[in-house]
Every structure is written in structure tokens, then in C-alpha cells.
């Protein structure tokens, strides 16, 4: 099945620091990833689309100057964190799109990063 | 703006309850209904729903949808402890987005 690997699993870092996460399918070309946010106890909020080789698309209220996305090729998307505060502290995971696959909606998710600010 | 529902919040049952966990949904250009398992990391897939009226089954779990009331049932029967986990429901529409619902917490006392 479809294989996605998201790096670091967890991470730890001071306020005002910037922190890059990776999100990669290793088995397949995915066109389209999606970045999510999960706090403590609620569910997977789609913060931005994705799409290789173009500009992400954002959800209402995702600042787009703070969470950098970049999909510079067909098997690996970036999330940067940019002048991280306690309160972006969160789960992150990323999921991915197979488009050689049947089910339009399906997603294969990635195992999230744990960001930890201090 | 798309909107899934999921009752109720949390359950607790004991071994070898049946539940019913529901969900329903409000999405523009509606494609699939999608069940989830989260335990401590990533949600992992259950099952996808597309056609109303046809039950997918997976050893104890299954799921229907109706498209024309919008909205999903999961079934669990024979509970057992392993399977206290978050189950989240997301629905499909354009753009392949998925719009998750704030998921069903459930607990299996021995």
C-alpha cells in the first residue's frame, strides 16, 4: 500500500525559532499533499493543499507567512514553522493524494510531528 | 461551509457492548464518506463509503452510509478493549479535501 514518512516524529524548540517538518510518499508520486493540525483532544484541522510545482492553497485563517509550505517535487512536501510560539505547539500531520489511485478522496497519512515550543 | 457532526463526543462501554457511532454531514460537491481509527499517532483507515444503502464490513466493524439523509453510521460489535480509540469521520468533496468531524471517543472497559 501506499507508504507516506513524515520527519522529525517529534521536536522540541525555544520560542522565535523556525521548525521544518517533512512530509514524503515513499512509494508513489503525489501531485497533492494536505497539512493538518491537531490539538489535545480535537480533531484533524486542514490547514493548506498542497500542490507540486505551485502555491499552496490555505484554509480560512491559516497564516500563510507563518506556516511556509513548499512542494518542490513530486514525493516530498515541507512545512516551516517560522518564529514558533508556545501556542503552535501541536500534532502535524501531513497526508498525501495517489492520483494513479481509484478513490478520489482517499489520502494516505503520515505518522504526524509532535512540536513541542518552549 | 462544509460541516461534519459526529454523535456523541464519547462513550464508554464495557467488553462485548455493540455501539453505534454516527456522523453526518453538510458538504458541497459530496464524494465518499470516510471512517478513521486514531489511537496515539495517525488515524488509520477504516473504511471509504460512496454508494448509499451498501453495508462495508471488516470483522466486527461496519459502516453505511445514506446519502439522501446525509449521513454514516459505524458499527462495532463484540467491543473489546483494543478497540478504545478516537473514530473520526470525514467527508469528501471537491479539490479531494477531506472535512473531518471532531470524532467519537470511545472507551472499552474490560
Known amino acids: 500500500g501506499a507508504v507516506v514518512s513524515q520527519h522529525p516524529s517529534w521536536v522540541i524548540c525555544k520560542s522565535g525559532t523556525s521548525v521544518k517538518i517533512e512530509c514524503r510518499s515513499l512509494?508513489?508520486?503525489?501531485?497533492?499533499m494536505f497539512w493538518y493540525r491537531q490539538f489535545p483532544k480535537q480533531s484533524l484541522m486542514l490547514m493548506a493543499t498542497s500542490n507540486e510545482g505551485s502555491k499552496a492553497t490555505y484554509e480560512q485563517g491559516v497564516e500563510k507567512d507563518k506556516f511556509l509550505i513548499n512542494h518542490a517535487s513530486l514525493t516530498l512536501s515541507t512545512l516551516t514553522v517560522t518564529s514558533a510560539h508556545p501556542e503552535d505547539s501541536s500534532f502535524y500531520i501531513c497526508s498525501a493524494r495517489d492520483p494513479g489511485g481509484t478513490s478520489y478522496n482517499e489520502q494516505f497519512f503520515g505518522p504526524g510531528t509532535r512540536l513541542t515550543v518552549l | 461551509e462544509d460541516k461534519v457532526v459526529q454523535s456523541p463526543l464519547s462513550l464508554v462501554v464495557h467488553e462485548g457492548d455493540t455501539v453505534t457511532l454516527n456522523c453526518s454531514y453538510e458538504v458541497t460537491n459530496f464524494r465518499s464518506l470516510l471512517w478513521y481509527k486514531q489511537e496515539k499517532k495517525a488515524p488509520t483507515f477504516l473504511f471509504m463509503l460512496t454508494s448509499s444503502g451498501i453495508e462495508k464490513k471488516s470483522g466486527r466493524l461496519s459502516s453505511i452510509l445514506d446519502k439522501k439523509e446525509l449521513f454514516s453510521i459505524l458499527n462495532i460489535t463484540a467491543t473489546q478493549t483494543g478497540d478504545s480509540a478516537i473514530y473520526l469521520c470525514a467527508a469528501g468533496g471537491s479539490n479531494y479535501k477531506l472535512t473531518f468531524g471532531k470524532g467519537t471517543l470511545l472507551t472499552v472497559n474490560p
Open positions: 512509494d508513489f508520486q503525489a501531485t497533492t
